[in-house]
């Protein structure tokens, strides 16, 4: 049968939820007093909203085959994406053939480089990167996963959960839990206090073998916090670190491994792009790579060079005791 090309190409914001997470309502664990880049400015302290953590929205990408099937993929972008993908990166997609998803990737990229590179046109990218994706496993009537390659295994174990009580984590079924640090460095010793307050407390909820990790959001320094942070939760079993220092500071996570305690491990990669910036993150930080991605994520199958790079970057070793960097793209 003939391939179809690309007849449209369409982009939307939604509000309230969707792939921009963080656009929730004003009583939402993601918006209670949790540590960030912003939290040495009292007046932006208590809420991430405050400082305008939920004004992109979702962005809502849909492409439109020739012979009416239309692929579907959201990230995070709102306007400010909407407006890339249809008055700059439509124009390398629309009259393409649905299977061309490389060159079409290859040229979004090239042509952004110039105000791109990460961040919002990365977002906006990937939207389309996934959509494509989407739409070719329609046109083929197989699974995206079947179009990468297929399973590796039968089953998947329930991983962990992210949020404010790993407690009720470990009693729906995962096998660990990740806070959110709520108090940064401009609290001083009295945050760093109740901190460590926290995690004593889901410890002696949750057991020795449960997972426990600080999701710290990119807000510690590396001398003054992050150092005492990690090795003063050595005795409550904290698993990993993770995103403790701004995330262009790839040799302040070096030096942060070399400081944890054996058996912690240090993470970061939410806030990368590409296959290069996660080079950099292999080649200054890491010694162990894990990539995933996720409906938010500036990561897509094509942008992370997924098919090129799944043996080289697929590793079991998260669940040794080994001193590693994981990278995650979340």
Same mark, same amino acid.
């Given at each position: 049968?003939?391939?179809?090309?690309?007849?449209? $190409?369409?982009?939307?914001? $939604?509000?309230?939820?969707?792939? &921009?997470?963080?656009? +929730?309502?004003?009583?939402?664990?993601? &918006?209670?007093?949790?540590?960030?880049?912003?939290?040495?400015?009292?007046?932006?302290?208590?809420?991430?909203?405050?400082?305008?953590?939920?004004?992109?929205?979702?962005?809502?990408?849909?492409?439109?085959? *020739? &012979?009416?099937? @239309?692929?579907?993929?959201?990230?995070?972008?709102?306007?400010?994406?909407?407006?890339?993908?249809?008055?700059?990166?439509?124009?390398?997609?629309?009259? +393409?053939?649905?299977?061309?998803? /490389?060159?079409? =990737?290859?040229?979004? !990229?090239?042509?952004?480089?110039?105000?791109?590179?990460?961040?919002?046109?990365?977002?906006?990218?990937?939207?389309?990167?996934?959509?494509?994706?989407?739409?070719?496993?329609?046109?083929?009537?197989?699974?995206?996963?079947?179009?990468?390659?297929?399973? @590796?295994?039968?089953?998947?174990?329930?991983?962990?959960?992210?949020?404010?009580?790993?407690?009720?984590?470990? +009693?729906?079924?995962?096998?660990?839990?990740?806070?959110?640090?709520?108090?940064?460095?401009?609290?001083?010793?009295?945050?760093?206090?109740?901190?460590?307050?926290?995690?004593?407390?889901?410890?002696?909820? $949750?057991?020795?073998? !449960?997972?426990?990790?600080?999701?710290?959001?990119?807000?510690?320094?590396?001398?003054?916090?992050?150092?005492?942070?990690?090795?003063?939760?050595?005795?409550?079993?904290?698993? =990993?670190?993770?995103?403790?220092?701004?995330? &262009?500071?790839?040799?302040?996570?070096?030096?942060?491994?070399?400081?944890?305690?054996?058996?912690?491990?240090?993470?970061?990669? /939410?806030?990368?792009?590409?296959?290069?910036?996660?080079?950099?993150?292999?080649?200054?930080?890491?010694?162990?790579?894990?990539?995933?991605?996720?409906?938010?994520?500036?990561?897509?199958?094509?942008?992370?060079?997924?098919?090129?790079?799944?043996?080289?970057?697929?590793?079991?070793?998260?669940?040794?005791?080994?001193?590693?960097?994981?990278?995650? *793209?979340?």
């Amino acid at each position: 049968m003939s391939m179809p090309t690309i007849r449209q $190409v369409r982009a939307f914001t $939604v509000r309230g939820g969707g792939a &921009d997470y963080h656009d +929730q309502g004003a009583d939402h664990w993601t &918006d209670d007093h949790i540590a960030t880049p912003m939290a040495r400015y009292p007046e932006y302290r208590k809420s991430r909203q405050s400082f305008g953590l939920n004004v992109l929205g979702s962005l809502v990408v849909e492409i439109e085959a *020739s &012979d009416g099937t @239309v692929g579907f993929a959201v990230t995070t972008g709102g306007e400010i994406g909407t407006f890339i993908v249809e008055r700059h990166l439509a124009r390398f997609i629309e009259g +393409q053939r649905v299977t061309d998803i /490389e060159k079409m =990737w290859d040229q979004m !990229f090239n042509a952004t480089l110039y105000y791109g590179r990460k961040g919002i046109v990365l977002n906006a990218i990937s939207g389309v990167d996934f959509a494509l994706w989407d739409l070719l496993a329609k046109v083929r009537k197989e699974s995206v996963f079947q179009l990468l390659g297929g399973p @590796v295994r039968d089953e998947l174990r329930l991983f962990y959960a992210t949020g404010a009580r790993p407690d009720l984590a470990k +009693q729906m079924g995962f096998i660990g839990g990740k806070m959110p640090l709520q108090h940064g460095p401009a609290e001083g010793e009295e945050g760093l206090a109740p901190n460590l307050a926290k995690l004593a407390d889901m410890r002696s909820k $949750v057991g020795n073998d !449960f997972w426990l990790m600080f999701d710290c959001w990119m807000s510690l320094d590396l001398i003054n916090y992050a150092k005492r942070l990690a090795n003063s939760a050595r005795d409550y079993g904290l698993k =990993w670190i993770e995103e403790a220092l701004p995330p &262009d500071d790839y040799w302040g996570y070096a030096e942060l491994r070399r400081s944890v305690p054996n058996g912690m491990m240090v993470t970061t990669g /939410e806030h990368e792009a590409t296959r290069w910036g996660f080079a950099c993150c292999s080649r200054w930080a890491a010694r162990i790579l894990c990539s995933r991605t996720s409906a938010g994520a500036a990561a897509s199958p094509s942008s992370s060079g997924f098919r090129r790079s799944r043996m080289r970057t697929t590793c079991s070793s998260c669940r040794t005791d080994r001193r590693c960097t994981v990278i995650i *793209s979340s």
